[in-house]
């Protein structure tokens, strides 16, 4: 899991778990971006690759709710930013 640090002007910093359920609802409500909820995953399961098993990575888009295209359109824009 993931731990999350937030910082608020008027209160000290405080500290929660995100999990991928948690995560999913994030995305769906527009808190964050496909990239963003793509990384997370990434960050959650770092032995994930998606370029290896295609059965592997369908059940991840669904339970990700993503098109394959969307998520790998996602993927690549991350390799991109880790690139440069």
């Known amino acids: 899991m993931i731990?999350?640090?937030t910082t608020d002007c008027r209160e000290a910093q405080s500290s929660y778990e995100l999990n991928l359920a948690k995560l999913i609802?994030?995305?769906k409500n527009g808190d964050i971006t496909r990239k963003g909820?793509?990384?997370f995953y990434f960050a959650l399961h770092p032995n994930f690759n998606?370029?290896?098993n295609d059965l592997e990575t369908r059940k991840v888009c669904y339970k990700l709710s993503l098109a394959e295209?969307?998520?790998?359109?996602a993927v690549r824009e991350i390799e991109e930013e880790e690139e440069a």
Not at 69 to 73: I, T, V
């Open 3 to 5: 731990i999350a640090q």
């Open 25 to 27: 609802s994030h995305y």
């Open 37 to 39: 909820l793509v990384r």
């Open 50 to 52: 998606p370029w290896l």
């Open 69 to 73: 295209p969307l998520f790998y359109s």
